[in-house]
Structure formats: structure tokens, C-alpha cells
């Protein structure tokens, strides 16, 4: 089942999914320049309609693609929401341990790091970049790398176009049921039992116009133990400021480049964590 969010991702990807001879189930294809009243963006909550049918019949695999057709979003055959974290490293895991693809991967400061697991599990690295995905595309021809990612939904892959491609993306997760005869939800099952989970949330928090300085300067002189009190084993601040503990747990808070939002990001192996951890900065900068 194929959601294009009445953008203009329906005729390239249905040529594909006709040439494979799939039985496809489209919605939202009619082009509209006002996306249907609702924001074009593959998200958990704009996707509840994808959702709900995916799990009243039988698919495969639910797609979704933004207004551009170059960020990606998954429904698993349950009707459950695969994030773009997620789907980076279904098709990491897939192109090494599958296609038996050679390579590194590449990502984003705000993408999961079950990527970097994965790599080394394999031999390989994972290359941190700032947000931006020029920086996803330097990386790749720096590293020599077959995979570049953001938890955005934009993904890159070697040999392709060095943009955000959800088409290419879409194409790659067919072929990965067609080649593994395995179902999303058992290949999701699979890269757990290997490589454990990870929670991930982002929340946005909309401050006053003229208050970032006074954000910032809270933020960049706030220490770790303010927030979680775990030995930290990295601290960065090439863009935002990012706090990495040694149990895989870390928590990034930087400005939007487009909006009045900080935006705080957090991933843990363990999910009762992340709220207390938001609410945590939140009190730091003095919001309620």
C-alpha cells in the first residue's frame, strides 16, 4: 500500500511497483497542490490513515513519501510505524548482511546510533556529520560509504543520485522481501535480537522571539549531570550541544535553522528514560 501524501512521488514509484507485477493499493495520488489541508511530511501522526488500513487488510509493507517524493516513511504489515531511524537501519543491516554489500555508513548528529552498532558489528564506521544533508553527501564521497542517513527521512545510497531519494529507498525495501522472503515485522525482530533496540523522541519547544541568546548560554554552560546522572563518555558541540553517555544513551539540543524551535532530541536503549531526560533540559531553560 502506497500513501504519495498527493505529492509527486505516485508516478514514479507506481511505474516501479507495476514492473514488479505487485498488487498495489494507492491513496492520496491525486495531484494537489494544498496536500490534501494537511502537511505533506510522512509522520507518525499524519500517516494514521495508511496505518488503519494496513492493518484492516492484508499488505506487505506500507510506504509513504512527502510532497518532493525525497523523504520516506514504513507501515509494517501490522499497521505499525517504522520511523526513518528505523528504516536506515533495516537497509544497512539488509545491504551488508543480505546483498553482502562492503561499507560504511554515514549520519547525521540527530540519527540513531544502533547505525554505529551495526557498523562495527560488521568491521565498518559510522561517520557523524552536522545536520544538513550536504554534509550526508560530503561524507559519503569522504568515507567511501554505501549508506547516508537522517532521522528526517532522507536517505542516500551509494552508486544513486548523492541526495535524499525516497523512490530509491522504496525500491531497495521491496527487494529486500522479495530476496529475503521475510516479512518487515521478522527482519525489524531480527536486527533486535542482534543488535538490541533503541527509543527515540524529539521534542520541539518554541521560545520567544529575542530569548535564544539567553537559550543558548544556558544550555552551552549546563552540565550532563543536570540532566541524567550517568558517567558520560562524549561530549560535543559542533552543532548544538550533545551529551553521549557509556550506556548508549545521549541527548542532543540545538536551534532549529528554519523556525523559533529548540529542538531536543533523545535516544536510549532504555524508553522509561527519555521523557525524564526532556523534562530535565525543559526545567533547565526555565520552561514549564
Known sequence: MYDPMFGTGVNTLLTLLVDTRSNVKI?????DPLFGGRVPAPTESTLWRLMAMMKEDEYDIGIATDGDGDRIAVIDEEGNYVDANEILTILYYYLLEYKKVKGNVVRNISTTHLLDVIAQSYGYQCYEKPVGFKHIAEGMLETDAILGGESSGGITIKGHLL???AILSAGILLEMLAHTKKSLKTIRDEITSKFGKRYYKEY???????NESHIEEIITNAKSE???QEKLSDYKTFDGVKWEWEDGTWCLIRFSGTEPLLRIMVESPYEKEIESIIQNVLKKIGSK
Open 204 to 210: 520541539n519547544y518554541t521560545y520567544e522571539s529575542g
Open 27 to 31: 491513496i492520496h495520488d491525486k495531484a
Open 163 to 165: 541526495e535524499k531519494d
Open 226 to 228: 543536570e540532566v541524567r
